[in-house]
């Protein structure tokens, strides 16, 4: 039982997805072109149309597969999914000189949609096109000052439109119009947490058989409370492989395999520094950087599983989440290429594994959520994001072996003294990143030419806005002198105070 969001190119698709599960239904996100039987499979109790960026009247825009829109599901389009639905049931769309973009005000509303909402609401707009007459028999239930039709109800009760984005922060009262919706359609809302981790575990052994798996394991949160999922699900028939890679920080392979020290022989450590560090030498750009991670990730994986067993191993799991997702291109469901995730978009194109990521949809808090009721120790659990590309996306530039020792002895300052002066858990991230750049400064009367550090901490909830961390300016201070008196490499240290976007979390 679920209700199905058909995908149209939003942007703020998995935005929906997360409101349905916040508001304890469980939901599932398909091509929007999805084949009827496809969408049958979920056995839907509800249909969500998502936005997208085509327009419902040109030719070849996406839509519902023949026979979606007549089983008598309830369904809500938003934006373009509205926009189908009132030219599907006979109404008309036209790029109409009415477009709004950002904040709009409901100057009117009515019925049973937005029950329990009062008074004139704000809703986040972004369109171009605009329903110009309606399907017949059906009303328009909401409006704005620039547009008459900003919401429409079919005949059926059950079948609605809306111009507006519920789902996303800037519209306040969004929440409320979902939930109206879901009520509406009788969507049974007993999803919880608890119900995620069951869904997971039947679908893992359902795809995996009684077949192996090789975990992918970076003693991060994800592939750690992956990790307790996989052994629930399929027990010894996972073998987790942590790389080290070279790229890691001041004492953290000995730290994962202490918290990972919990799956016995199911861990391997690899040590594979040498391969690519060699991979890396003399590249500079940081989506090659990337790539050349991904692949030898994969290279890396590949030759363990060859010695682990004659047969190999068909599955490889990782701890994807959604934002690696969308950020990457080539993924099928990125908007835009942001950067290559080195397990989505950085994975190489003979991959002979398939993936298993049970986490694909989901945000980091949602797996710290099931990781609470897996056990996972509480340090992992709010442990920061790593990436998997390491210090190599930290040093701008030629990664060298004189870079990374600068760059860790520089972090473990920065990340031990936030922990001293109990900040660790007030920020979601922190990092130090090493330029290529190199300043003039005076030491001892003596002329120095040392290095630029940034340092970046931020807040978030799901990493794909972040805000800058107010982090107090005697802490930086403090952090300044230490990393500048201990590493005398570097001569300056400047605070990074651009939130995300426009910049992005890490540097490269
Ligand atoms: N050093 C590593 N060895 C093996 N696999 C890794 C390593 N680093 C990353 N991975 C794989 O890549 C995935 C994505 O990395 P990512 O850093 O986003 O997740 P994570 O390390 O599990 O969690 P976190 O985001 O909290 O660091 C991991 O879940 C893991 O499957
Ligand atoms: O495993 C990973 N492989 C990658 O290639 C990668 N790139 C970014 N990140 C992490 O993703 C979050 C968002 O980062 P950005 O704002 O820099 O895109 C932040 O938490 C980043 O640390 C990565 N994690
Ligand atoms: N955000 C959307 O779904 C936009 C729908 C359509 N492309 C428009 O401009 O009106
Ligand atoms: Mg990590």
Known sequence: MSVVILDYGSQYTRLIARRIRELRAYSVILPGTASLERIQAERPQALILSGGPA???????????????????????????????????????????RREYGKANLVHHTGPLFAGLEGELQMWMSHSDAVTELPPGWQVIASTEENPVAAIAAPDGRTFGVQFHPEVVHSPKGMQVLENFLELAGVVRDWTAQHTLEHLIADIRAKVGDEKVLLAVSGGVDSSTLALLLARAIGDRMTAVFVDHGLLRLGERQEVEQALRPLGKALRVVEASGQFLSALRGVTDPEQKRKIVGREFIRVFEREARQLSAQGYRWLAQGTLYPDVIESAGSGEGSANIKSHHNVGGLPEDLQFELLEPFRYLFKDEVRELALLLGLPEPIRMRHPFPGPGLAIRILGEVTPQKLEILRRADDI????????????????????????????????????????????????????????????????EVARKITRQVPEIGRVVYDITSKPPATIEWE
């Open 55 to 97: 327009s419902v009247f040109e030719p070849n825009s996406p839509r519902p597969a023949p026979g979606v829109l007549e089983q008598g599901w309830p369904v809500l389009g938003i934006c373009y999914g509205m926009q189908y639905l009132a030219q599907y049931f006979g109404g008309r769309v036209e790029r109409a000189g």
């Open 414 to 477: 920065f990340i031990s003294s936030l922990r001293d002066w109990n900040l660790y858990d007030q920020v979601s991230q922190a990092a130090a990143i090493l330029t290529p750049m190199q300043s003039v400064g005076v030491v001892g009367d003596e002329r120095s030419y040392g290095y630029v550090l940034g340092l970046r901490a931020v807040s978030t909830v799901d990493f794909m806005t972040a805000d800058w961390a107010r982090l107090p300016l005697e802490f930086l201070d």
